[in-house]
């Protein structure tokens, strides 16, 4: 992670969206992950949110940061969270009804998503506004990218199709696949979850360990 | 209610839709804390404890001052809006008094956990059951919800102590290098959530 | 004294200034949401029950354990009956599934089911919504008669439209059942109270 004396505004959001990934390098988040990766709509639909909450959180710690005592500073982060994710609740219910009946629980679960009060405690409470967006939005992209390409594996071996919001689902598989339950269901039941995040994580280290092993030699 | 709907409610949260298998709730956790089979258990206890608190005083704020502030303002669910708010700040008190307990009381036992204590109150399986248990019919008696919120904390527990357990007997097999840790342990995960998927037709 | 108000004076500010953000984002946004809540219960009447124009709300006597039960008496155009809808609710596998039935004229027959409020599993459970025609589960209560509860099964019965047997989802028999317990309530506690207001 580059400290907070060097490296530009850009390098942090790099960090977070590769090197710093939070779900797949820091290994947070991963409830969200798991659950609403089953269609690439849900996926998207949950980054956005999340992306929106980290980077309202990360605003006002920012922007309060000298206000804030030590002794309440979780008491407020939690606050802040819990605030902004019932405005994404309530405004996900407002203007797509359906995709929040389907995220169900986990858009409030937001406000216990590890990697959010993370950022407010290592880098909000300590930078200015501009270091602290540049971090908000690269965690907030890398959460859904991660959570994209689980979307898009699952819901493709799972269900045969591609889901963008506010669109119809996509047939991507020929007929046969889907048609008597040829589709591979248990993708998006939960093993599926759990193996696919698995396999993306040890892929993931994987090119990591080779860059670095690159970069080294 | 009776004590064999009890019983189902019970086996259902805790067994046939386990929180960490079925309900992905408490992951972080599950995949942080499992190493060793005594962390994990410990983790598991203090989870149940908090687990069965919070759902208890969550419903109570749910039923007996949401709803009768807003019955009193004319729209029942007028106040609703503060639900999340109320929820999270009351589970971040039980995990501080969790806290200062274990301090007093049980000095060793509050080093060995560390900084897995206060991460107690990003555990969504807590934060998961009381939005449940305000949201499902057959919870809305306050005996069936703290059945319910102390039946996910055990399914939790069970959950949380078996991985451990295998875990410590990985940690002698040859591992490929990227999947140690957290890909390995979402593998078996996997295999453990296909498991449990067996229980599901009890409790009917 | 002065140590806690030195403190916590923020957090008290920021609890103030948060609760009326959330009240005006509530205020704001109420009517929105249940306007989509309305036009969910529309397009399902609309979808289970052809030929309606206009639909009146009707009393009903005895309600059961789901207190949303809603009847309507679907009218067309010229004000004739065409059949009825009522929306009813039970529990689900995780939570609440609220769904709308259509009835014939008569009420001796099914016109149609649309789920329109559920959480079910999805890609399992949510197969009993119907996003394309893939999902036969919903679809197989078209035309079917009210005169006995309907029962579930795993084989493929979806086709037998003289029979109650209803087809479940594959790996959503849960979920499949819970809807099924819905609509066996409607044609068992409702049905026979429509007549008196046709």
Request: hydrophobic share 50%.
């Amino acid at each position: 992670m580059a400290d907070e004396d060097n490296g530009s505004n850009l390098q942090q959001f790099k960090e977070g969206v590769l090197s710093n990934n939070p779900v797949l390098v820091q290994l947070l988040g991963m409830c969200p992950t798991l659950a609403v990766t089953n269609s690439v709509e849900n996926a998207l639909v949950m980054g956005a949110a999340a992306t929106f909450v980290v980077v309202m959180s990360n605003l006002i710690t920012s922007a309060l940061r000298n206000l804030i005592k030590p002794h309440v500073r979780i008491l407020i982060f939690t606050l802040t969270i819990a605030t902004f994710v019932t405005i994404a609740d309530l405004t996900l219910k407002a203007f797509m009804y359906k995709v929040s009946l389907q995220l169900g629980a986990f858009i409030p679960l937001i406000i216990v998503n590890c990697m959010i009060i993370c950022r407010a405690e290592v880098v909000a409470i300590k930078n200015g506004v501009g270091r602290s967006l540049a971090d908000a939005f690269g965690i907030g992209i890398g959460f859904t990218l991660a959570l994209l390409i689980l979307g898009v594996v699952r819901e493709w071996l799972g269900s045969g199709t591609i889901t963008f919001p506010f669109a119809d689902p996509i047939s991507v598989m020929p007929a046969a696949f889907t048609a008597n339950g040829h589709n591979w269901i248990i993708m998006i039941l939960p093993p599926g979850a759990f193996l696919t995040l698995g396999v993306v994580v040890g892929i993931s280290n994987q090119i990591r360990a080779r860059r670095e092993k690159g970069g080294a030699a | 209610m009776s004590f064999g709907g009890l019983i189902a409610i019970f086996l259902g949260v805790a067994l046939v839709n386990n929180l960490v298998f079925q309900g992905f709730l408490g992951i972080c956790p599950f995949l942080g804390v499992s190493r060793k089979v005594d962390m994990a258990f410990g983790m598991g206890c203090a989870v149940t404890f908090v687990i069965t608190v919070s759902g208890v005083v969550t419903w109570l704020i749910v039923h007996a001052v949401l709803t009768p502030i807003g019955g009193a303002i004319g729209h029942t669910e007028a106040l609703y809006f503060l639900k999340y708010v109320a929820f999270i700040m009351v589970i971040a008190s039980m995990v501080q008094l969790v806290e200062m307990y274990l301090r007093k009381f049980f000095p060793g036992l509050y080093t060995a956990f560390g900084v897995f204590l206060p991460l107690i109150t990003t555990n969504c399986a807590i934060l998961g059951t009381c939005l449940y248990i305000d949201m499902k019919p057959e919870t809305q008696h306050l005996l069936n919800a703290a059945v319910y919120a102390f039946g996910g904390g055990i399914g939790f527990l069970v959950a949380i102590t078996i991985m451990a357990g295998i875990r410590e007997h990985i940690r002698f097999s040859d591992v490929p290098k990227c999947l140690q840790g957290a890909g390995i342990t979402l593998l078996v995960a996997a295999i453990l959530a296909l498991a449990f998927t067996g229980f599901t037709g009890i409790g009917k | 004294m002065k140590k806690f108000v030195d403190e916590s004076w923020l957090v008290l500010a920021m609890g103030v200034v948060f609760a009326a953000l959330l009240a005006a984002t509530h205020t704001g946004l109420n009517d929105r949401i249940k306007a989509n809540e309305v036009e969910a219960l529309n397009q399902a009447i609309e979808e289970v029950v052809p030929g309606v124009e206009t639909k009146e709300q009707i009393e009903i006597e005895e309600t059961g354990a789901g207190d949303e039960t809603a009847v309507y008496k679907c009218l067309d155009a010229d004000g004739n009956l065409v059949g009825w809808a009522v929306q009813a609710a039970g529990p689900g596998f995780i939570d609440k599934i609220t769904l709308v039935a259509g009835l014939s004229r008569e009420g001796d027959r099914l016109t149609g089911i649309k789920p329109i409020k559920h959480t079910e599993t999805p890609g399992l459970g949510n197969k009993i919504d119907v996003k394309d025609e893939l999902n036969f589960y919903p679809l197989q209560y078209a035309g079917r008669s009210t005169a006995a509860p309907f029962e579930l099964f795993k084989e493929r019965v979806r086709d037998a439209k003289d029979t109650n047997r209803i087809e479940a989802i594959t790996g959503a028999t849960y979920s499949s059942q819970y809807v099924m317990e819905i609509v066996n309530d409607v044609i068992t506690r409702i049905r026979p109270q429509l007549a008196e207001h046709r």
